[in-house]
């Protein structure tokens, strides 16, 4: 699909941290504004939803926070 990206090593690095391998499958969930994607990506028994976005994204922290506490539920 070359609407998905291809994971940078610090992803890789989390997905792995998680339980996801390299056979992980991604699908597009969506988009939002400043370039932000958001992908499923599913492995197994692991699920998640992933936010794309430059490191200079001022809203990043401010998702983050948002994942942290969904993930809580």
Same mark, same amino acid.
């Given at each position: 699909? =070359? #609407?998905i990206p291809t994971p940078s090593s610090k992803i890789s690095e989390v997905l792995r941290a #998680? !339980?996801?391998t390299d056979a992980a499958t991604w699908e597009v969930? $969506? =988009?939002a504004g400043s370039g932000? $994607?958001?992908y499923r990506v599913?492995? !197994?028994s692991h699920y998640a939803i992933l936010q794309v976005c430059a490191a200079a994204d001022d809203d990043f922290k401010r998702f983050a926070s948002y994942g942290k506490t969904f993930h809580s539920f």
């Open positions: 699909m =070359s #609407n #998680n !339980g996801f969930a $969506g =988009s932000r $994607g958001y599913h492995d !197994g």
